[in-house]
């Protein structure tokens, strides 16, 4: 048999779907003829075609016809007598095209083949698959759970392909079920053992960005502009935003009517809070929209150190460091200024007031570092918290029974004083 079916005999070539037919005829090509040169020194008289439609393969051989005695070489020339057998028309000089037969390569040479196109099809996959997403890097994808991890979830696309979710990358109140479909964005694809792995994330700011655009059509239309994104995966974020058409309300538009555009993004992120500001490059004003949802009372900015001190009524200094400090934080990373809160009270209230580690014998340590974490270092900021000691609890992760201690020890110390 002169010629073999390359997709019966190989089954790689079932995977390689997603590989286009003029690449692969040409890897075949290139492997049947470096099995050529080892079995005659040269391909540069062969031919190697390949169906493209069924699989077939075959390989002529082109010899010129010489005079018989004056052959010197058997696999450039052949002699008149020979090849008269192939054709009796044939005359010295002419060119002599011949089947070759694959089976006369030998089965260790074929079995080769098979294993070098294999791996010449793996190569091309992997370039494929590396191609494809380094194209859609900070696209969102959707995947389905295939397996998971302690470290990592793995998922797999529309054609199979194999993608990895972190754990750093997942928000902290994410969970997954086999089977089930999740939506991330394209962080990086990179080469580990020869392979490539494609890294997925739901924490990025990217991520968030995305979905704005998806739910709110004037940020695809580019008639509103997300001037940048900051996050706390799972608790706060917050987006600046910026029109170009005065008439449309950049604000407005990414809430959308009684939060509708807003509320399916909220729930993607597991319920994370999202702050959508409007952007403008007066500093004063940034910081204090980035600050919300805080009331400012003053401020005092230091451009040169791109420091700002800000000044809040004692109820608002918690809101303004929001819980563990995050509100505080994220509008830092925001502005590019470091923020430094502090509670606008009457200069008599401060002559009176009393710093909390004075209360340190009846106080533990650990409750009074809760309480400044909020921004409330003093007596006096605890008691004029003009919020239920559930709240207080809730923003300092104390039990509500400490809260309530707390408040009961600085009132006998004002009462005692009083006195």
Same mark, same amino acid.
């Given at each position: 048999?002169?010629?073999?079916?390359?997709?019966?005999?190989?089954?790689?070539?079932?995977? *390689?779907?997603?590989?286009?037919?003029? /690449? %692969?005829?040409?890897? +075949?090509? #290139?492997?049947? =003829?470096?099995? $050529?040169?080892? !079995?005659?020194?040269?391909?540069?008289?062969?031919?190697?075609?390949?169906?493209?439609?069924?699989?077939?393969?075959?390989?002529?051989?082109?010899?010129?016809?010489?005079?018989?005695?004056?052959?010197?070489?058997?696999?450039?020339?052949?002699?008149?007598?020979?090849?008269?057998?192939?054709?009796?028309?044939?005359?010295?000089?002419?060119?002599?095209?011949?089947?070759?037969?694959?089976?006369?390569?030998?089965?260790? *040479?074929?079995?080769?083949?098979?294993? /070098? %196109?294999?791996?010449? +099809?793996? #190569?091309?996959? =992997?370039?494929? $698959?590396?191609? !494809?997403?380094?194209?859609?890097?900070?696209?969102?994808?959707?995947?389905?759970?295939?397996?998971?991890?302690?470290?990592?979830?793995?998922?797999?696309?529309?054609?199979?392909?194999?993608?990895?979710?972190?754990?750093?990358?997942?928000?902290?109140?994410?969970?997954?079920?086999?089977?089930?479909?999740?939506?991330?964005?394209?962080?990086?694809?990179?080469?580990?053992?020869?392979?490539?792995?494609?890294?997925?994330?739901?924490?990025?700011?990217?991520?968030?960005?995305?979905?704005?655009? +998806?739910?709110?059509?004037?940020?695809?239309?580019?008639?509103?502009?997300?001037?940048?994104?900051?996050?706390?995966?799972?608790?706060?974020?917050?987006?600046?935003?910026?029109?170009?058409?005065?008439?449309?309300?950049?604000?407005?538009?990414?809430?959308?009517?009684?939060?509708?555009?807003?509320?399916?993004?909220?729930?993607?992120?597991?319920?994370?809070?999202?702050?959508?500001?409007?952007?403008?490059?007066?500093?004063?004003?940034?910081?204090?929209?980035?600050?919300?949802?805080?009331?400012?009372?003053?401020?005092?900015?230091?451009?040169?150190?791109?420091?700002?001190?800000?000044?809040?009524?004692?109820?608002?200094?918690?809101?303004?460091?929001?819980?563990?400090?995050?509100?505080?934080k994220l509008a830092q990373e925001l502005t590019g200024y470091s923020i430094d809160v502090y509670r606008d009270v009457q200069e008599e209230e401060m002559d009176y007031d009393i710093d909390l580690e004075e209360f340190s014998d009846e106080i533990d340590e650990w409750v009074i570092e809760a309480f400044k974490k909020i921004g409330c270092d003093t007596a006096l900021s605890v008691l004029n918290l003009n919020i239920s000691p559930e709240e207080i609890a809730r923003r300092?992760?104390?039990?509500?029974?400490?809260?309530?201690?707390?408040?009961?020890?600085?009132?006998?110390?004002?009462?005692?004083?009083?006195?």
């Open positions: 048999m002169a010629s073999i079916n390359l997709f019966e005999s190989f089954q790689e070539f079932k995977e *390689a779907e997603n590989i286009d037919r003029p /690449t %692969l005829m040409k890897v +075949i090509e #290139d492997v049947f =003829k470096t099995l $050529l040169r080892k !079995k005659y020194g040269t391909d540069e008289n062969f031919d190697v075609i390949v169906n493209d439609q069924t699989g077939d393969l075959e390989i002529f051989r082109r010899r010129i016809i010489v005079e018989d005695g004056f052959s010197e070489d058997d696999n450039l020339e052949i002699e008149y007598a020979e090849a008269i057998k192939i054709e009796p028309d044939y005359n010295v000089g002419e060119e002599v095209y011949e089947e070759v037969d694959v089976k006369d390569f030998g089965r260790r *040479a074929v079995l080769a083949a098979k294993q /070098t %196109l294999a791996s010449r +099809i793996g #190569d091309l996959k =992997k370039k494929n $698959l590396l191609d !494809k997403y380094a194209d859609r890097i900070g696209e969102i994808i959707n995947g389905e759970v295939y397996q998971i991890w302690k470290k990592e979830i793995l998922l797999l696309d529309e054609d199979g392909n194999e993608l990895i979710l972190p754990k750093s990358e997942q928000i902290p109140t994410d969970f997954f079920k086999k089977g089930e479909s999740v939506r991330a964005v394209v962080k990086k694809v990179e080469m580990r053992n020869n392979a490539p792995v494609i890294i997925l994330s739901r924490t990025h700011p990217t991520f968030l960005e995305k979905l704005l655009e +998806i739910e709110v059509p004037e940020i695809m239309d580019g008639l509103i502009v997300i001037k940048k994104i900051v996050r706390e995966p799972g608790e706060r974020a917050k987006v600046a935003v910026e029109s170009y058409d005065d008439r449309i309300d950049p604000v407005g538009a990414c809430v959308g009517m009684k939060g509708s555009r807003i509320h399916g993004i909220v729930r993607e992120l597991r319920n994370e809070n999202i702050d959508i500001i409007n952007f403008t490059n007066n500093t004063q004003l940034l910081i204090q929209r980035s600050l919300t949802p805080s009331k400012i009372n003053r401020m005092e900015l230091n451009n040169e150190d791109k420091k700002a001190d800000v000044y809040l009524d004692p109820d608002q200094v918690s809101l303004a460091i929001g819980k563990k400090g995050v509100n505080i300092t992760d104390l039990e509500v029974e400490t809260v309530k201690d707390v408040q009961r020890i600085l009132q006998d110390e004002f009462k005692e004083e009083d006195k």
